[in-house]
């Protein structure tokens, strides 16, 4: 069933026309960027080892939220990796619900994450509502998303 959830969202996504951007933490991931209140927009998974938070840039306005995804592997000093998700302009979405936020296990692919977001659409001035997903390997790193 899960994997033909993520076919089905790939094959969505290749006409979805907005793309997304997994990035090594920069900027945005600064600690005074975390939602707050934090306990209500930070989860872990994965026994702890997997940290998701909604990060709130404040500008620009209309794009100013991104996830921070703190995962495994570890390096040789034992930290996890940070990396940053948002759009492929380096904004980020205009809302998250992140209360939303749905997390499944596929032993194939990982963790299979869902939250529902909304982008803007600069063209015509419109807010977009869909859903974000992604997916993280512990083992590589790799976290591919998309959305629907």
């Given amino acids: 069933m899960t994997r033909m959830i993520l076919a089905a969202a790939l094959a969505c996504s290749a ?3 907005m793309a997304l951007e997994v990035s090594e933490c920069d900027w945005k991931a600064r600690a005074d960027s975390i939602a707050e209140p934090w306990e209500a927009y930070t989860r872990t998974f994965a026994n702890g080892d997997v940290r998701l938070a909604l990060l709130d ?3 620009p ?4 939220f991104h996830i921070l995804i703190i995962s495994p592997p570890y390096d040789e000093l034992g930290t ?3 990396r940053t ?6 904004g980020g979405f205009s809302g998250v ?11 194939s692919v990982g963790l299979i994450f869902n939250l529902p977001v909304a982008t803007y659409d600069g063209s015509n001035g419109e807010f ?3 859903e974000l997903l992604f997916t993280l390997n512990q083992a590589t790193g790799d976290i591919d998303a998309w959305l629907d």
Avoid: H
């Avoid at 306005?61 to 100013?64: E, H, I, Q, R």
């Fill in 15 to 17: 006409t979805a026309g």
């Fill in 57 to 59: 840039t404040v500008e």
């Fill in 61 to 64: 306005a209309a794009a100013a």
């Fill in 80 to 82: 996890r990796q940070c």
């Fill in 85 to 90: 998700l948002g759009m492929a302009s380096g």
């Fill in 97 to 107: 619900t992140f209360d939303a936020l749905d997390a499944t296990y596929d032993p």
């Fill in 128 to 130: 977009i509502e869909g």
